[in-house]
């Protein structure tokens, strides 16, 4: 029998020892039978509330786990598109990788899901194997603590995957941006090199054996004229061209100045008739050039009344007066073969526009008298515009506008 006064201690007991039997330390000396499996009972009792009380700790760590899991995986959803607001702060600490991210988006997203399933299938089976060791006894505390640290390390590196995945999206969007300008400065480089070319380098025979093809009627094919016009009181326009259009030849040349885009216009548009614009006055001459064949074309006009003549082919076929009377010509325009301007050097209008060829194109700052224009127009004589001569280096071409060696003068003859 115990000795009068004496009572059991229950002591907790790691697995180890509970497994290898190891007698409960007691006060006093040996119990009989019936008191130790008492004691052993009650033993048994507190490892059993301690067990339930650690399994119930290990499920509620394992479900925040497999939430936090879970929130993971619909962060880094089919979209790639990362995770949200809180956990990018979390990834701004530092990284861990997994391993190399592979090149395609696509590989990345999948590869991260596949981890994510091993994990959570990780957990499920932790959780069965806790389940499977409740009547047994309780997990250590150094157990719990590796596992919580096991997984969070998982859940850095997964964190870290994801935003491997937005930092090569970036990269991909850099590269893409790269190639646009690459793209373009080479795009740059060879639009300069055409407008090289286009403007030329002086390869004709004569500085003014050349002409301006215009080949399609639009609002960007044009000439130049590098020269401005001074104040004129009267002048001589005289030109070769041939078109190819109908009906009406278009807009052979116009010269705007500030305040006024229609200073001086030739222009046949639809079915109307070849008009001469002065500071926007309209006098229409009786030309006729719309065959497809070259023609000779020359204009005089002088403030002193207004008065005007129309040559073709060195014949004068009509002159008149009144076209803006008294009217000096503005000085320091800009010039513009093919186009008729609405703004200085600009907004052009595609139905305007001349298609066809021209030469020859050359401005005095008088009116020539009727033996000079027909001895051009015959190829007799050769005389230069003593304000806009016909020179190579003096005209550029735009927008698909050509320069080509011109027929001689006897050849557009010839085409009459």
Same mark, same amino acid.
């Given at each position: 029998e115990s000795p009068p006064g004496s009572r059991f201690v229950c002591t907790s007991l790691p697995l180890e020892a509970a497994g290898a039997g190891c007698p409960v330390p007691m006060q006093g000396g040996a119990l009989p039978p019936e008191e130790e499996l008492r004691a052993t009972v009650l033993q048994l009792r507190e490892t059993v509330l301690q067990q339930k009380e650690t399994i119930g700790s290990q499920r509620d760590a394992i479900r925040e786990l497999t939430g936090k899991l879970s929130r993971c995986e619909g962060a880094a959803g089919p979209d790639g598109k990362g995770a949200t607001a809180a956990w990018r702060k979390e990834l701004s600490k530092g990284k861990d990788t997994m391993g190399d991210l592979p090149r395609d988006p696509a590989q990345v997203i999948d590869q991260l899901s596949r981890t994510m399933q091993t994990l959570k299938d990780r957990l499920e089976s932790?959780?069965?194997? @806790? =389940?499977? !060791?409740?009547? +047994?006894?309780?997990?250590?505390?150094? /157990?719990? *603590?590796?596992?919580?640290?096991?997984?969070?390390?998982?859940?850095?590196?997964?964190?870290?995957?994801?935003?491997?995945?937005?930092?090569?999206?970036?990269?991909?969007h850099n590269e893409?941006?790269?190639?646009?300008?690459?793209?373009?400065?080479?795009?740059?480089?060879?639009?300069?090199?055409?407008?090289?070319?286009?403007?030329?380098?002086?390869?004709?025979?004569?500085?003014?054996?050349?002409?301006?093809?215009?080949? @399609? =009627?639009? !609002?960007?094919? +044009?000439?130049?004229?590098?020269?401005? /016009?001074? *104040?004129?009181?009267?002048?001589?326009?005289?030109?070769?061209?041939?078109?190819?259009?109908?009906?009406?030849?278009?807009?052979?040349?116009?010269?705007?100045?500030?305040?006024?885009?229609?200073?001086?216009?030739?222009?046949?548009?639809?079915?109307?008739?070849?008009?001469?614009?002065?500071?926007?006055?309209?006098?229409?001459?009786?030309?006729?050039?719309?065959?497809?064949?070259?023609?000779?074309?020359?204009?005089?006009?002088?403030?002193?009344?207004?008065?005007?003549?129309?040559?073709?082919?060195?014949?004068?076929?009509?002159?008149?007066?009144?076209?803006?009377?008294?009217?000096?010509?503005?000085?320091?325009?800009?010039?513009?073969?093919?186009?008729?301007?609405?703004?200085?050097?600009?907004?052009?209008?595609?139905?305007?526009?001349?298609?066809?060829e021209m030469s020859q194109f050359n401005i005095w700052d008088r009116v020539l008298k009727a033996e000079d224009i027909m001895n051009i127009a015959n190829c007799s004589t050769n005389m230069p515009g003593n304000i806009i001569p016909w020179v190579d280096n003096n005209v550029d071409v735009f927008g698909g506008a050509t320069k080509w060696p011109v027929e001689t003068c006897e050849e557009r003859l010839l085409d009459l």
């Open positions: 932790l959780e069965h194997q @806790l =389940r499977a !060791n409740v009547s +047994y006894a309780a997990l250590p505390p150094e /157990l719990r *603590e590796m596992l919580q640290r096991r997984l969070g390390d998982l859940e850095r590196q997964l964190l870290s995957k994801v935003a491997e995945l937005e930092d090569e999206k970036s990269l991909l893409t941006s790269a190639h646009r300008q690459k793209t373009e400065t080479a795009l740059n480089a060879l639009l300069e090199r055409v407008s090289e070319l286009e403007k030329g380098n002086s390869a004709f025979k004569s500085p003014d054996e050349f002409k301006v093809s215009l080949p @399609l =009627r639009t !609002n960007y094919l +044009y000439g130049k004229i590098k020269k401005t /016009l001074p *104040e004129l009181y009267a002048f001589t326009v005289c030109l070769w061209l041939r078109s190819s259009a109908s009906p009406g030849i278009g807009t052979p040349f116009s010269y705007a100045v500030p305040g006024q885009a229609n200073e001086i216009v030739l222009i046949e548009w639809g079915n109307n008739p070849i008009e001469l614009l002065i500071n926007d006055k309209v006098a229409q001459l009786p030309l006729f050039v719309s065959d497809g064949k070259w023609h000779h074309i020359c204009v005089t006009w002088t403030t002193r009344d207004g008065m005007w003549e129309a040559f073709q082919d060195g014949e004068k076929l009509g002159t008149g007066e009144n076209l803006a009377p008294w009217h000096p010509i503005k000085p320091g325009g800009v010039l513009i073969l093919g186009q008729e301007q609405d703004t200085v050097g600009g907004r052009f209008d595609a139905t305007q526009a001349f298609v066809g």
